[in-house]
């Protein structure tokens, strides 16, 4: 029984991880962000996920490139591993490929990749990009994926997609691991996706029921294909010394909510989520509350006291989670808390079920 790993999201954008109003101790600056990456790695976080966005529309007025960011934390850390996000359409792939090839060898080995296949509109047509249809975004991300690691492993490359065009194309130097590829999605056009090119799949906050049935289809899925691969699962932490206490300040964000930004946000994804023919995509059943994490973190239930928000990822854990993603209200002190107080617990929980041959 391998560890549960945990990875922090990178607030590389202002406004924090929630669409509200209550002052938020957390900045999204470098210099803020170095601090974080550096208590992260030293408290026991494994991965950082760095954003990738490009247009306001959530009141994230500014935002920090992922991968440019990537390289410099990289150069202040020593081992948390760096997930860039990114966007097909606006990235090429053989270039993207070149940055992360450069980045892996910045950080010895330290980058990774998160394929995100695209929900607002604006973010492409603003930069003069074609909006495509649902389950053409995901084409092209798969696309986009196989000239990576095609790029990433082969001598030369040469693709004839219906997006992308490669011709002997050669990359050096190779990046010193093959950077594990990560990507997200609910619909019937991600899972499939993931079952044939990712490494990771990332999940929104959702329930035990809810995960537990996107990780046994994506699995089956990826069975098809004679493939493995890992589950991740996106929470915000609330971890306070009484339930109470944790359950308080959750009212209070959602109470002092941005309402006009949360629903400007609703009609972004609202495409996302309700696209698709069977009408399960990201989004398709969250509530206004549950926009106010805008990766429905709240869901997944990451509420309460340390020993409480512990015993939740274990339950995480049980039904296939191999990555818990978190965010938090005050990165100044819940990032170093949370590592402080709640991996420790989910440590001694491994073991004790590892002692009593429990295999999860």
Same mark, same amino acid.
């Given at each position: ?5 945990? #990875?922090?999201?990178?607030?590389? $954008?202002?406004?924090?991880? $929630? ?49 440019? /960011? ?5 150069? $202040? ?5 760096? +997930?860039?996000? =990114? /966007? ?6 053989? =270039? ?6 450069? /980045? ?7 980058? #990774? ?20 249809? !649902? ?41 010193? !691991? ?16 993931? #079952? ?40 915000? #932490? +609330? ?13 209070? +964000? ?37 926009? =106010? ?20 990822? +274990? ?14 209200? !005050? ?14 617990? $989910? ?12 295999? =999860?």
């Amino acid at each position: 029984m391998s560890d549960i790993k945990f #990875a922090y999201w990178v607030p590389n $954008v202002s406004g924090g991880l $929630v669409i509200s109003r209550l002052p938020q101790q957390t900045d999204w600056t470098f210099e803020a962000n170095k601090r974080y990456a550096q208590t992260a790695e030293a408290v026991g976080f494994e991965y950082a996920l760095l954003q990738t966005r490009f247009i306001a529309n959530y009141g994230a007025e500014n935002q920090l490139e992922a991968a440019t /960011l990537a390289a410099s934390l990289a150069s $202040v850390t020593s081992r948390i591993k760096l +997930i860039s996000a =990114v /966007l097909p359409g606006l990235w090429h792939p053989g =270039v993207y490929a070149k940055m992360i090839a450069t /980045l892996d060898h910045i950080s010895r080995g330290r980058a #990774a990749v998160n394929v995100v296949s695209g929900w607002f509109k604006g973010e492409f047509t603003g930069y003069g990009e074609p909006w495509l249809e !649902h389950d053409e975004r995901y084409r092209r991300s798969e696309e986009f994926i196989r000239v990576l690691r095609s790029m990433w492993t082969e001598e030369e490359t040469t693709f004839k997609g219906d997006f992308y065009r490669i011709n002997s194309a050669p990359l050096k130097p190779k990046p010193i !691991h093959t950077p594990p590829i990560f990507q997200g999605g609910n619909s019937k056009a991600a899972r499939r996706m993931a #079952a044939r090119v990712s490494d990771w799949y990332f999940m929104n906050g959702n329930t035990l029921d809810g995960l537990k049935e996107q990780i046994e289809d994506v699995r089956s899925l990826a069975e098809v294909e004679e493939r493995t691969l890992n589950f991740a699962v996106n929470g915000f #932490a +609330i971890v306070r010394p009484t339930e109470s206490e944790a359950v308080q300040t959750l009212r209070e +964000i959602v109470s002092h909510r941005d309402e006009e930004a949360v629903r400007g946000f609703s009609e972004s994804v609202k495409e996302a989520g309700q696209s698709t023919k069977e009408r399960d995509g990201m989004w398709a059943n969250s509530s206004l509350e549950d926009l =106010v994490q805008y990766n429905d973190g709240f869901k997944t239930g990451l509420i309460g006291t340390p020993e409480q928000v512990a015993d939740r990822i +274990i339950e995480l854990k049980k039904i296939g989670v191999d990555l818990v993603l978190v965010g938090f209200l !005050h990165y100044e002190t819940d990032l170093e808390a949370f590592g402080e107080d709640v991996i420790p617990l $989910v440590r001694e929980k491994e073991q004790a079920l590892r002692d009593r041959g429990v295999v =999860v």
